[in-house]
């Protein structure tokens, strides 16, 4: 018989979560105004809300943040992190940055004038924000397939080459700062680039004389559906993989928030010089200054372990492998999920799910309440309120998609929670005929309302 796949890690140290009785987590909701971020986490039994910066450290790197080195200038632990990420990705030049989208700020802050374009691969919500701050566009390039949920294409996350060409055509080569690609493409659901891709849209960018900007915070799951799904790199290790996409770069934004497996920090990489020397103006106002940029040595020895155990194909297997289980348990109830299934998340089709929900009425956040009364599970609404309203009409903007996004933290929950998890959505979606009304907003703040929005039941 053969032998049925485990996780490549055992458990050295637990940290309690508490069951709660439905009527508890009624008025728990109610109190949080029906917004799940209102929510505290020990109101919580099994938080889904991000796998960012919930993953769970390794003892190799609880041991390496006893030995950080917290020098003001030139501290061991940032040399220990310049190492990795030149062994990692290959850049000679880095700056570290407390998070993701600090990285963003300062590297825009260089490259983005207003008037700009920026074309890319459904930029992610920060990275669009940095842009349009500055009174720039981002372009989204994304092939269309990646709209379509059903569509089983295996790199939903890859730029459209033709729609790319024609931007880089239309525009001055002045006007487009660099193109973006993110990895894995976050926003289409956890969907990676495929090699040919990154190599395609690398030679598009040298045909124009533009540079190519990685957005990194999942390369290593991108690298892993590379090995498992590309022609050519079934032999390759993932690190092989890491480097050869790589060669293709720029610079790299990266949230080590995701794919460094740390709680905060982040950095950006760099392949010359002048642009580094730049981007160290903006770092040392903005981040601190250029040897911890934000970061305390503890935390750059941590991130510097992190990225070689990212970038370890059983860790990658194990953690592909746990989101593909909760996605396929939830298929097998026939529950409509987004696929193929992606890196980081499952996301549940709410228009289909519930389709009794007015989308006037919040179709993904009804499921997303409807989850938590359930079993206590939070997950987050990628659906209208996210959206947003127009900027000049202010009315609602209905995206084409309503998703519930259950992002699965690292390293954190065990197969049984994903059992639990799949059971609860089968159990909502048993009793969907009678779910018809969702909410309606109370209070909104003008931008990013989705953070802070208080609702009420219809
Ligand atoms: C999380 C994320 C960011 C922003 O990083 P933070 O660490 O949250 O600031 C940028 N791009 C992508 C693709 C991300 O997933």
């Known amino acids: 018989m053969e032998l049925p796949f485990s996780e490549s890690y055992k458990i050295k140290m637990v940290e309690t979560i508490r069951r709660s009785s439905r009527s508890e987590r009624e008025q728990w909701i109610k109190d949080a105004k029906y917004n799940l971020f209102n929510l505290r986490s020990d109101q919580v ?20 943040m006893m030995v950080g080195d917290e020098s ?11 190492a990795a990420i030149k062994r990692i990705f290959g850049f000679d030049y880095f700056l570290p940055t407390h998070q993701g989208r600090a990285a963003e700020n300062v590297l825009f802050s260089v490259l983005v ?12 919500d920060t990275t669009k924000g940095h842009i349009e701050f500055r009174c720039a566009k981002a372009i989204d390039c994304t092939i269309d397939e990646a709209f379509d949920t059903t569509n089983q294409h295996p790199f939903k996350g890859n730029i459209d080459p033709e729609k790319l060409e024609k931007i880089l055509k239309q525009y001055p080569k002045e006007k487009i700062p660099f193109i973006i690609l993110t990895l894995t493409n976050n926003t289409a659901g956890g969907q990676p680039v495929s090699m040919a891709n990154v190599k395609e849209v690398s030679a598009l960018a040298k045909k124009y004389g533009i540079p190519l900007l990685f957005d990194s915070a999942r390369f290593a799951e991108n690298a892993y559906f590379i090995k498992t799904r590309e022609k050519g790199y079934e032999h390759k290790t993932i690190k092989q993989i890491v480097l050869e996409i790589y060669e293709h770069a720029d610079f790299a934004t990266m949230s080590s928030k995701k794919d460094a497996i740390v709680n905060m920090g982040g950095f950006i990489g760099f392949k010359s010089q002048e642009w580094f020397r730049q981007a160290s103006t903006y770092n040392i106002m903005f981040e601190g200054y250029i040897t911890y940029g934000g970061m305390s040595g503890r935390d ?32 097998e109830f026939g529950i409509p999920i987004q696929q193929p299934i992606g890196g980081h998340a499952v996301f549940i089709d709410a228009k289909k799910m519930l389709p009794h929900v007015p989308k006037e009425e919040y179709v993904a956040q009804t499921l997303g309440v409807e989850l938590y009364l359930e079993a206590g599970i939070r997950g987050v609404e990628i659906g209208t309120l ?20 259950l992002a699965i933290p690292r390293r954190t929950y065990t197969n049984n929670h994903m059992d639990v998890i799949a059971v609860a959505t089968k159990n909502v979606f048993d009793r969907r005929e009678f779910i018809k009304s969702g909410y309606r907003i ?15 039941k219809m």
């Open 113 to 124: 004038k207003e008037g700009d374009v920026v074309p890319g691969n459904s930029h992610f």
């Open 442 to 456: 109370t209070w909104e703040a003008p931008i990013m309302r989705h953070f802070t929005v208080e609702l009420e």
């Open 300 to 331: 750059m020895n941590a991130l510097a372990q992190g990225l070689d155990e990212a970038t370890e194909f059983d860790y990658l297997e194990t953690r592909i492998n746990q989101v593909a289980y909760l996605g396929n348990r939830l298929i």
């Open 45 to 64: 039994f099994i938080d889904l809300l991000t796998d960012s910066g919930t993953g769970a450290m390794s003892d190799k790197q609880w041991s390496a």
């Open 72 to 82: 003001y200038a030139g501290a061991s632990s940032y040399h220990t992190m310049k």
């Open 386 to 405: 996210l959206a947003d309203r127009d900027p000049n009409t202010r009315e609602n903007r209905y995206p084409n998609l309503e998703l519930l996004r």
